[in-house]
């Protein structure tokens, strides 16, 4: 198990794997052997040399923390893991050693290898998303129409539907999705220039080299080595904590709805260590996490853009941490959510009682606008200001304030008083807009 | 002029002006008459209600310092705003006062005016992108043969072409673009929800006049109001913000280039103060000036997504002077590296000359990549190895030393040697690589 | 009135004048004049001289608009000061023109003019400060033995006092400003090392010409110049940005309390501009949108200190619109937060009733303590778990459930019961917090 | 070993140790088990209890794997691990396992224990930090008087020691390590306050239990619990992000200084994997990168800053890995930059000849200042601009060509010029800065 308990909030056991030494040492092997394989493929490396290669690089595991040592020492992981495989090839099949790493720069090998391993965090974490949406489309289908108040800077607003308001969560994921998934396609590319990035030492046969890797490795296959241009994978990094914005916002909203005030709401949630009849909002609170630490790790990445010449000085070195850090983060909120959401207990009957508990004070907009045409608006708001007055003293509800004001029922009867201001007569286009949200039909 | 002396380094006279009381103050009035002129058209508004509040609306300027003064008591301009506005037309033309801002929630006119202010704003940065693209085009291809060293950690690597490095610049400059495009069509649309994003209080015309205000302010028109959720915004602000980071790599190598001892290219610069010989990168320190903040500035939009409900307390009140900071130290930058760009001083000479000073050491994987396949690898390591080792205590050009060895000339002609170890000799796919860079013809 | 729409939020009046143009002309000029009084008095400059340069400096204002924009093809305001400044001291008075910025660089003149303006800024902050704490000290007095709920991960706790609460605001409110004060001291020193920070161009007075200028304008003298050692300035944001921390979570907790469903506390408010009932949160949205933005902030500035040899390209040219910003926000949620708890209105009464509304739940833990040293326990947990169960569902008081289990009352009476389980016999040692928070006594 | 590829370059091993699961899980059962002795001295647990649970907790490893997975739904490591320890403990000794953590709320045990592993941290950044300063005072006092290029911009500058460069590496790092104790000491308290904070369960003891745990933990004892008041960490936090600031710094110089065209000194380095020539950066790599990450860790504790009420949903949860990170990297550039100080390969000779290669120039400043006094300031800038053209066109240095001038040696001897046009002639204060950034001197 890769989890670290000071970083158990902070990921998935998937993730965790994705970016453990294993993963990572089978990177860098599958691309340097699969690289060797291209090369012998093109006759740029001598029979056997490949075989030799890979029977070496997977015969037993890399020693991953005499790696991790000597990493700090090179700048890089590659240098003393060339060195090792290198060593290993020479052991066992003398001179194929010396084809290990032909023509390759060591960023070559690193960033193909996290891309690699990024291409494995992405499937898992579109996983995550889909079922996270298709639950959230669920539970915005079951509640169509359940009305509750809307609130606005944690405020009472006219009425909406839930089913609404997890329709707004649902397309804004959808949204992010579709952008982690078309940042995710340019992004994940094969890097392969060699020292300079001009592919010199392979002479005319570096492009081949590079566009049978990228393929080899089930990667994309760029215009040219990106070595110390980092927009790409910065669009992707961007793209992940945009998504982990739009999960916190959720995660947000979910652990306000679940107030013991407002229980409207409630994730399954975890138990207090000290409090037996607590429920914590566990899941909200992963999710929260993820999205406080996301936009500082975006910019950690971003700050690392400027990078020198052809290859950088710590631009580039920054980089692993933070990127695994920021997957880690979206793919727990994922998981986080998809546990709240698929548990989520509504509470339909005191999502009406807030709404009730109002008053009707939110319905003093709707009657002010039923009552401006023909009154005027000014006075039309002066009477409703009034009438706002005499239910916050008098304890009545609005409608019934204004249904014993001849100045309204002038204009307005008490029936259709009573049908305007109540939640189901109020909602406007919430249904279309729901279903816009869903893309079930087009705004 | 709106540009300030503690910001003046921060932004460009036009994107101050973007940014300006008149100009926010025309985007606000624009939306408000915008909206009473297409609720006209719908029949909502009375007869001449939209021509009055028009009228009033265009009068004479509103007191930008008192709506200042009065924003942070309402947490919005707008209300403060509207209330002012509906006030004028009130004087001037009584009842049509009750009409101002009907149906509106006043984040739907921030929100939107605040997108019109951006799309002028990408106008001018399209322009500048635009301009800084051709630019660095012309640059590449003035220099596609010219030889300099490859760098990479800051030391000398294989020769590259400077058109090569221009090229990559380009690339990377197009990608951004192409990315702030695309957000910026995802970003720029009208919000119009009213008080709880329902559009309750308009009843069914509610859509048709959000479709409408949309077209009338040429935005686009979205599946749902987005009051809490700010992702597309957020797609547009990590795009500046990527981008940014690709302009403080390009003013990063700038700045490498002119130091003294490389000497290699040279903006025109500013003046000391004090000095009289010398010149300073001065464009190049508004760009990096520019990729140093943007980061902390897209981690304070991102922050700012986890909003409550359905408007959040504080979250959107943090994205105007975050945005606006942003737009405007992407433009500065653009605006300072087309001047460093357009009158960058390049010396093909010294290029050549610091290539030379290496004495060749940048051969050393060319010599040990042509000899390895005949010799094997390491003997061929090893040979190369040595023949550094004396080219660094002899002085000697590395060519001479290799030239000296018998080992070597059993195996390469001092002949091949020479031409070997030339810069021209050894770019590999430089030129085929700064064609695909600048999309002159695909990978 | 030098606010800005766009920025109405993000600053105060009074800050938005410490950074406007004519008070940062001032700070520019009272460091010109001041450098050249100090050197006259040195007899490093000629009779006259400095005289002269202050006629000139004063006699009316310079051009800030095309200073401005001067100041980016310089890569500072001060190269087209210096210049606008000498050519009046020319004009005015011949030779002492040539007197002007004698032996000073750029940027001694931009660290110590920024530095004055600081210094206004922290007189304004500190007032703001105490301002502040003073209320928050009153408005834990005023409510010492007022009880409410706990709340914990946003679910019900055992009970506080309001007293204690606020009194934590007022803790680390004054903790924050010991470190910004503490902060302040150390960074607002003067700047003057001439251009290589050698003082070389004064000879020997060059250390007495640095010592006697901050004494002229009140700044501190430190041991070197630190042009491109920016930790001091770092050390002064990032206490800036901490206090503003705890600025966002007081403004959050107020936006809690004042929810439709908790109601416990409100702030003035502000109206909206659509709803009539409507009281928002103003000065809570203000303050988060302050805590939301300065964590990016921070991250800007501290990314700057990565600054080259000694003067940096870019890194130093980066601070400005960072420090000016981060100040402003500061002081803008100072000034909020003070309106919101000089008007806060408390509602003890909603305290109970939320505290009650829970059944005693919050006491759970409470009789498991109780009951847990004679029966263990983990009986006792069990036990009380029971009970909690039966009050969920029975919906009676958690201490009437209790009250009618045998197995309780063999341990413990109805009444101690009923003492234990009251809000004033659980509140553990709040009073004692909270007067070592108020520090009125040594923990 | 506890370093991971992904992290390799992130870290140290000591600190990768101190975050490890071994270390954490030994930290939470100090705090447990230290708390029952405490209680037990108090006479709040029965005889043997505290035993009991040390002899459990001791007893054998618990499973770090299964902890970390149950931590994210309870949203804390600790539930889990409370839950384990009681389970053992129970099985081991029956009722005691009634009163382990008792009167405790997770977050007391959470926080604690990370205090106490930050305690650990800290002690060893402490000597990481002393033995950097040593060496980079030693490399100070070995080259007082070796003279180098000033450089400003990039820009050739007039002239200092390298010794007073170094001085000003060392003053920084003093400086941010007296904040990062002093932080330390404010933050590393422990946190003890029961479920509210209030210590309601322990009756009037709490106040002594939580004193006297401080003691046994050899933690600060704070005023109150500080359970949503984060701003002692943030400052900790902020403390380091500073210091690695100014590491950063230290390593862009030595990178720069390390540039093939200016090689003035070189770290020992790191080998490429495939220039047999190369000698790369390493260390500055490793520590410009821990610069690179650090402010949006920064900004990512800051931004969880904003925590609910008396404890928070999310803010609190993302700090381990935060703060984890935070102290690793600055580790990680302290061990790195303490390699590349202790060997650093210093060449005066080569930092005499780029400054003769200057040809001069920059003595413009020197010249300039030496003949306004006697012909006037404006007229002794235009004779040394023109001089500075005739160096640049002519290729002499710059004191022949003025020697040359009649203008000039009207006033100034050609033996005088000489002498002032040395770098030793120009080096102002430098020698007295030099040991005041030292502190052997007062300024």
Same mark, same amino acid.
Request: proline share 9%; no cysteine; aromatic share 4%.
């Given at each position: 198990m890769e989890m670290r308990l000071v970083n158990a909030l902070a990921t998935t056991e998937a993730l965790a794997e994705v970016f453990s030494d294993t993963a990572m040492l089978q990177a860098l092997i599958d691309v340097e052997v699969g690289l060797a394989r291209v090369q012998a493929r093109l006759g740029i490396l001598p029979p056997g040399a490949a075989e030799a290669i890979a029977a070496a690089a997977y015969s037993e595991p890399f020693d991953a923390a005499a790696l991790s040592r000597a990493a700090r020492s090179s700048g890089t992981v590659v240098i003393p893991f060339v060195q090792a495989l290198t060593d290993r090839v020479r052991t066992l099949s003398g001179a194929a050693g010396g084809f290990v790493h032909w023509g390759a720069t060591s960023q070559d090998i690193a960033d193909t290898a996290f891309n690699v391993c990024l291409a494995h965090a992405c499937d898992r974490l579109a996983a995550d998303h889909d079922a996270l949406s298709a639950a959230i489309e669920r539970l915005s289908d079951?509640?169509?129409?359940t009305?509750?108040?809307?609130?606005?800077?944690?405020?009472?607003?006219?009425?909406i539907t839930f089913g609404l308001k997890v329709a707004g969560w649902h397309a804004a994921g959808e949204r992010n999705w579709a952008r982690v998934t078309s940042a995710r396609r340019e992004a994940l590319v094969v890097q392969f220039g060699g020292a300079s990035g001009t592919l010199?030492?392979?002479?005319?046969?570096?492009?081949?080299?590079?566009?049978?890797?990228?393929a080899e490795l089930g990667l994309g296959?760029?215009?040219?080595?990106? %070595? @110390?241009?980092?927009?790409?994978? *910065? $669009?992707? &990094?961007? #793209?992940? /904590?945009?998504s982990t914005g739009t999960l916190g916002k959720i995660a947000r909203d979910i652990s306000l709805l679940m107030q013991h005030e407002v229980g409207e709401a409630a994730e399954p949630?975890?138990?207090?260590?000290?409090?037996?009849?607590?429920?914590?909002?566990?899941?909200?609170?992963?999710?929260?996490?993820?999205?406080?630490?996301?936009?500082?790790?975006?910019a950690a990445f971003l700050t690392g853009m400027v990078q020198e010449h052809e290859r950088a000085v710590g631009g580039w %070195? @920054?980089?692993?941490?933070?990127? *695994? $850090?920021? &997957?880690? #983060?979206? /793919?727990?909120?994922?998981?986080?959510?998809?546990?709240?959401?698929?548990?989520?207990?509504?509470?339909?009957?005191?999502?009406?009682?807030?709404?009730?508990a109002t008053g009707g004070g939110v319905f003093a907009e709707c009657a002010m606008m039923r009552l401006a045409p023909t009154m005027g608006r000014d006075a039309a708001h002066a009477l409703v200001q009034r009438a706002v007055g005499d239910r916050q003293s008098s304890g009545r509800p609005l409608v019934d304030v204004l249904a014993a004001m001849p100045e309204v029922t002038a204009h307005v009867s008490p029936d259709e008083l009573r049908q305007l201001c109540s939640p189901e007569g109020?909602?406007?286009a919430a249904e279309s807009l729901r279903l816009q949200l869903l893309g079930r039909c087009t705004p």
């Open positions: 079951a509640h169509a129409t009305v509750m108040l809307g609130r606005t800077l944690l405020q009472p607003a006219p009425p010199a030492a392979l002479g005319p046969a570096g492009l081949d080299v590079g566009r049978m890797l990228a296959y760029p215009d040219a080595p990106w %070595h @110390a241009h980092r927009d790409r994978l *910065a $669009a992707f &990094v961007t #793209a992940l /904590g945009v949630g975890g138990r207090s260590s000290t409090m037996p009849q607590k429920r914590n909002p566990a899941a909200a609170a992963v999710a929260i996490a993820a999205s406080t630490r996301t936009p500082g790790l975006v %070195h @920054a980089e692993w941490p933070t990127v *695994a $850090a920021l &997957v880690q #983060a979206t /793919g727990a909120a994922f998981e986080a959510l998809l546990g709240a959401i698929d548990g989520l207990a509504v509470d339909p009957v005191r999502m009406r009682a807030n709404l009730d109020y909602l406007g």
